[in-house]
């Protein structure tokens, strides 16, 4: 009945509220168990399969039409930014299992992370502190804090924020 409830809440109180009702939906959210920090931006068209599996640090920003896939625990630190279209997925089968069975791993993402818009994060994976997923990327491997992977599958571009060398201009950085 809860689960059934919740989709019904999302569909319409949620999805219905106006975009900046950031307070309305962070409520809503906790109501259905979510862990829900403070400054915490939702877009009203992100959704979540069960908000009770899911934790959000403080001032974090989930974009329009994320799909937080939380059949296991999805964690996501404080100052996040998750953007539009992207995909957080706890849920996969056993290929090897002739009935496919589910499997499920948390997925965890580290303060100060940036996934950026339309990325795929594959069950059990961990983005690290301050490190970025670029655009249209497939995370299949754990990504370390601080460096800046791309691609499919998603593989090490460069680290984040480098050492500085004031004797070396600064490269600027687009994913």
Same mark, same amino acid.
Request: aromatic share 12%; glycine share 8%; charged share 20%.
């Given at each position: 009945?809860?689960?059934?409830?919740?989709?019904?809440?999302?569909?319409?109180?949620?999805?219905?509220?106006?975009?900046?009702?950031?307070? %309305? +939906?962070?409520?809503?959210?906790?109501?259905?168990?979510?862990?829900?920090?403070?400054?915490?931006?939702?877009?009203?068209?992100?959704?979540? &399969? *069960?908000? %009770?599996?899911?934790?959000?640090?403080?001032?974090? %920003?989930?974009?329009?039409?994320?799909?937080?896939?939380?059949?296991?625990?999805?964690?996501?630190?404080?100052?996040?930014?998750?953007?539009?279209?992207? *995909?957080?997925?706890?849920?996969?089968?056993?290929?090897?299992?002739?009935?496919?069975?589910?499997? &499920?791993?948390?997925? +965890?993402?580290?303060?100060?992370? %940036?996934?950026?818009?339309?990325?795929?994060? *594959?069950?059990?994976? &961990?983005?690290?502190?301050?490190?970025?997923?670029?655009?249209?990327?497939?995370?299949? +491997?754990?990504?370390?804090?601080? !460096?800046?992977?791309?691609?499919?599958?998603?593989?090490?571009?460069?680290? +984040?924020?480098?050492?500085?060398?004031?004797?070396?201009?600064?490269? !600027?950085?687009?994913?």
């Amino acid at each position: 009945m809860v689960v059934l409830l919740w989709w019904f809440v999302q569909g319409t109180l949620f999805r219905f509220s106006l975009h900046p009702m950031y307070s %309305w +939906r962070n409520m809503l959210l906790r109501l259905f168990g979510a862990s829900i920090g403070r400054g915490v931006k939702v877009r009203p068209t992100a959704r979540f &399969t *069960y908000p %009770w599996k899911v934790a959000i640090g403080d001032h974090s %920003w989930i974009g329009d039409h994320v799909e937080l896939y939380s059949l296991d625990r999805i964690e996501i630190g404080e100052h996040c930014v998750i953007s539009q279209q992207s *995909y957080i997925c706890t849920g996969t089968h056993n290929i090897r299992d002739p009935r496919f069975g589910l499997v &499920t791993r948390p997925v +965890r993402i580290g303060d100060g992370a %940036w996934v950026a818009s339309g990325a795929f994060v *594959y069950p059990g994976v &961990t983005i690290g502190p301050m490190a970025v997923v670029a655009a249209r990327s497939t995370v299949i +491997r754990n990504v370390p804090a601080n !460096e800046v992977h791309a691609g499919s599958p998603a593989q090490y571009l460069q680290d +984040r924020f480098a050492k500085v060398n004031p004797s070396e201009p600064r490269k !600027e950085v687009l994913v």
